[in-house]
Structures are given as C-alpha cells and as structure tokens.
C-alpha cells in the first residue's frame, strides 16, 4: 500500500465515522437534512473506496477498511454516545477484528 493509498484509507474511514455518527443522530432526532448528510458522506466514503478496490484489489481494501472502521466506530459509539456492550458483545468485537487482521494478513504469512 502506498501513501497515496493509506491517505485514501484513512479519508474514507474519517468520512464513515462522520456518516455513522450522523446516522445515530439521526436515529435520536430523524429530520429529512440529517438523512441527506448520511447519505451524502455514505456515498462520499464509497466513491473514495472504489478507488481503492481499483487500486489495491476488493480483499485488501474492503478487509484494511472493514478492521480500522470496525475499531473506529467502537470508538465513537462508546466515547461520545456513552454506548455499553455486555461481556459476549466485547468478545464477539475482539474477535472480529482478530478475524478480518487475520484474512488481512494472512496470505502474506502463508506466501513465506
């Protein structure tokens, strides 16, 4: 992955973190601007994740994004929403993120 591609990686994650954000304000207070800014930073997030499938192959860019957006959005939801996940939530949550580093990287330790 280049710079360029990890500049691009870390835009489209900003953006989904906004867009995620927006849709969980706009499940507290819908309103027809809060719906459009959702959609709008979706589709900004998609357009830039397009490029990077074109660029870098669907398995690397869906799974290098599927792994930051999985730990940002937790992030987010349980510092400033104050969201609580129970014991078997967290479990599932590390293990996801152990599953999709795991397929990340792993043809690159089965090449070796």
């Given amino acids: 992955m280049t710079w360029w591609g990890l500049g691009q990686l870390g835009a489209s994650t900003v953006i989904f973190i ?14 027809h601007w809060r719906l459009a800014l959702v959609l709008v930073l979706y589709t900004a ?3 830039i994740m397009l490029r990077l499938i074109r660029d870098f192959g669907m398995g690397v860019a ?6 930051i957006q999985l730990v940002a959005v ?8 104050g969201e609580r ?6 479990i599932g949550i590390a293990v996801a993120i ?15």
């Fill in 85 to 90: 996940v129970g014991t078997y939530e967290g």
């Fill in 98 to 112: 152990v599953a999709v580093m795991l397929i990340t990287i792993g043809p690159y330790l089965a090449s070796r």
């Fill in 18 to 31: 906004f867009a995620a954000s927006a849709a969980k304000w706009w499940t507290l207070a819908p309103s």
């Fill in 62 to 67: 869906l799974s290098l994004s599927a792994v």
């Fill in 74 to 81: 937790n992030v987010v939801a349980f510092a400033w929403f």
């Fill in 45 to 47: 997030g998609n357009l």
